[in-house]
């Protein structure tokens, strides 16, 4: 158990579009999910987490306008990057945590954005 | 604030070579530590974790000792193979009591390579 896929897997798009990266817990109901940033050979950087029902929290430095998350169900959580620019491309990784499970995260495949 | 710093690498081995791969935290109170693992174009997948002192986490023949009088957690493998060429995280989940509770700050990350 405990699988989170993310959709799409890679996306290009044209500066200045707009782009929805899915998150879901496919057997589990997840009440918190986190999304991440990974620069090329970097660590994951947090950029926001989501709790079902309520708005998400963002880590300081991250532009709530820019990147706007909804986490509408217990399974399904999304980040769109508005009006996208070449400095967004990067790979972005979410994870799912059940309150149940205490603190371990469950990490999704990444879902790599190049903005051209 | 809480950090994790890790070997810098890459880290290049022959198969059945001896793997250390050093991590030490600073976080208040008493943290969780993992050791995630990222396969090339995948996401992050728990490889053992730890969750108090003298704990010491396993899993495919990898292993992991929370110390805290050193503040390190360094992850160990008797003999490593070609299939464990990855990317290895450390990482830190802070004290439960703590606003920040299941936020993950990550170490930079170790690439390791082993030939055959």
């Known amino acids: 158990g405990a699988v989170v896929s993310q959709h799409p897997s890679w996306v290009i798009c044209k500066s200045g579009t707009s782009v929805k990266i899915e998150c879901r817990s496919l057997d589990f109901q997840a009440t918190t999910m986190f999304w991440y940033r990974q620069f090329p050979k970097q660590s994951l950087m947090l950029m926001a987490t989501?709790?079902?029902?309520?708005?998400?929290?963002?880590e300081q430095g991250v532009e709530k306008d820019k990147f706007l998350i909804n986490h509408a169900s217990l399974t399904l959580s999304t980040l769109t990057v508005t009006s996208a620019h070449p400095e967004d491309s990067s790979f972005y990784i979410c994870?799912?945590?059940?309150?149940?499970?205490?603190?371990?995260?469950?990490f999704g495949p990444g879902t790599r954005l190049t903005v051209l | 604030g809480n950090s994790v710093t890790q070997m810098e690498g890459p880290v290049t081995l022959s198969e059945e070579a001896f793997l250390t791969i050093n991590c030490t935290y600073t976080a208040t109170g008493y943290p969780s530590l993992f050791w995630y693992v990222q396969y090339p174009g995948e996401g992050l997948q728990l490889l053992l974790k730890a969750t108090k002192a003298d704990d010491k986490g396993s899993n495919k023949g990898f292993e992991a000792t929370y110390r805290k009088e050193t503040t390190s957690f360094h992850l160990e493998k008797g003999s490593v193979q070609v299939s464990d060429s990855a990317v290895y995280f450390c990482a830190l989940n802070p004290n439960a009591g703590g606003t920040s509770y299941g936020k993950l700050t990550f170490g930079q990350g170790t690439i390791l390579t082993v030939h055959p």
């Open positions: 994870s799912a945590r059940k309150r149940e499970w205490n603190n371990e995260q469950f």
């Open positions: 989501s709790n079902e029902g309520s708005k998400a929290t963002y």
